[in-house]
């Protein structure tokens, strides 16, 4: 079966420091993979998506990027971290032309 | 502008009665719909999906429908349970794998 890790769990970080969260998927080859934010009572907001090794398409300009140095793991990063960053980051994956996305349990960010 | 919109941030319901929640989309492209369930601290459960081709999908207690060409779908839950009690996300696909989603409805199902 399946299953979508993601690490750390939470995470408080001051302004101006680096990130780097890690999503690895197992048990599927060649995934669709996600990264999205929640912000605090607000809805999924997709960050990033990828549909292979090294191909990343960005949905909304910001100042975090995303890699995909393998084929299923997918890392999202930042040179600096604003306060706007805080949220809820989660990262998903989908068959390839699969509609329905899996999430893996997501990472508490706090930036202080 | 937002393409899927869930109007209704919240919805408190007793238990055993019917919980619906509903869902507006604006791109017409869209031609695959989904519905999430998200309890607090968690990553989304996919919980029920539909095609543009059905107007219907039942799941155990758990029905989607969809009105084209109002552009909106709704999901019944009956009867609902304490359990069902978190955040549900509409979610539509125009492009096999890439989502928009709604803001989300918190359901409350009370004993």
């Known amino acids: 079966s399946q299953t979508i890790h993601q690490w750390p769990a939470t995470l408080v970080q001051p302004v101006g420091s680096p990130l780097s969260l890690e999503c690895t998927v197992e048990?599927?080859?060649?995934?669709?993979l996600y990264w999205y934010r929640q912000a605090a009572g607000r809805g999924l907001q997709l960050l990033f998506y990828?549909?292979?090794?090294?191909?990343i398409s960005s949905e909304v300009p910001q100042n975090l990027s995303a890699s995909r140095p393998q084929d299923r793991q997918f890392i999202l990063s930042s040179k600096k971290l604003l306060l706007s960053d805080s949220g809820f980051y989660l990262c998903a994956w989908s068959p390839i032309r699969g509609e329905t996305q899996y999430f893996g349990p997501g990472t508490r960010l706090l930036v202080l | 502008d937002q393409q899927v919109k869930q109007n209704s941030p919240s919805l408190s319901v007793q238990e055993g009665r019917i919980s619906i929640l509903n869902c507006d989309y604006t791109?017409?492209?869209?031609?695959?719909f989904l519905w999430y369930k998200k309890y607090p601290a968690e990553g989304p459960t996919f919980l029920i999906s539909?095609?543009?081709?059905?107007d219907k999908n039942e799941d155990g207690r758990f029905t989607v429908f969809l009105n084209k060409s109002a552009k909106h779908l709704s999901l019944h839950i009956v009867p609902s349970q304490p359990g069902d009690s978190a955040v549900y996300f509409c979610a539509a696909s125009e492009d096999a794998g890439k989502s928009t989603f709604g803001d989300g409805t918190t359901l409350t199902v009370k004993p």
């Open positions: 791109n017409s492209m869209f031609d695959y």
């Open positions: 048990g599927t080859s060649n995934p669709n």
């Open positions: 990828s549909v292979g090794i090294g191909q």
């Open positions: 539909i095609s543009s081709i059905k």
